[in-house]
């Protein structure tokens, strides 16, 4: 197994969205292992960004962990009740981050499946298959992922990021691969900042 190391979250944001597409985020909950394949990213530049909460510098409680070291997990509570994963990326203490918005199980599925629905994979609707981890609080929930991982350091064995997973025969992903370009969601508060086109994804 390659994990994802420091230099790899030390590259430029926006890179790094692009980069982190097809890698695998693995989940270890007590005795499960899951592992999604990331389908979607948004990357937000704390310096440049106002749609990023450490626009100007600001710091907080909430955007503290911001400025950690790169591969830091950043997780916030959106609508009080929604939970979003992130990815500090760049030098320490710049507060630049990568957004997993989607991801497609491929290992033990029916354990993501039962924290997303409470039930296995087989009893979901088409509805539910179509919308099972396309969203940044379904993708936290469906991974058990909420704020006691924030400020979770690179290295640890509960929540990480590989290039490949030969164990599990899951091989790494071509160098290039094609990705869709748009603007990121719900950010209308974010002035000229709506318009940056710092969304990517993949068909699945």
């Known amino acids: 197994m390659a994990r994802l190391d420091r230099e790899f979250f030390l590259q430029d944001t926006v890179a790094a969205a692009q980069e982190l597409l097809g890698r695998y985020l693995?989940?270890?909950?007590?005795?499960?292992?899951?592992?999604?394949?990331?389908?979607?990213?948004?990357a937000y530049v704390g310096a440049i960004d106002k749609a990023c909460h450490a626009y100007g510098g600001r710091r907080t409680k909430?955007?503290?962990?911001?400025?950690?070291?790169?591969?830091?997990?950043y997780v916030y509570l959106i609508y009080g009740m929604y939970s979003c994963l992130n990815f500090v990326t760049g030098p320490e203490g710049t507060a630049s981050a990568v957004l997993i918005r989607g991801c497609t199980p491929v290992y033990n599925a029916d354990a993501v499946a039962r924290r997303r629905f409470g039930a296995e994979t087989r009893k979901l609707s088409a509805?539910?298959?179509k919308n099972f981890m396309n969203g940044p609080g379904k993708l936290c929930k469906g991974l058990s992922i909420d704020r006691?991982?924030?400020?979770?350091p690179l290295e640890n064995d509960v929540l990480?990021?590989?290039h490949?997973?030969?164990?599990?025969?899951?091989p790494r992903r071509p160098d290039e691969i094609?990705?869709?370009?748009?603007?990121?969601i719900g950010i209308d508060y974010a002035e000229e900042a709506i318009d940056f086109p710092w969304r990517f994804w993949v068909d699945e």
Request: aromatic letters at 8%; proline letters at 6%; one cysteine or more.
């Open 62 to 73: 909430r955007t503290e962990t911001l400025y950690s070291a790169p591969g830091t997990a």
């Open 127 to 129: 509805y539910q298959r």
């Open 160 to 162: 990480y990021l590989a």
């Open 178 to 184: 094609p990705f869709h370009t748009g603007k990121r």
């Open 26 to 42: 693995v989940r270890v909950d007590g005795t499960e292992v899951m592992v999604c394949r990331i389908t979607e990213t948004e």
């Open 148 to 152: 006691s991982l924030n400020a979770l």
């Open 164 to 170: 490949d997973l030969p164990e599990l025969n899951l």
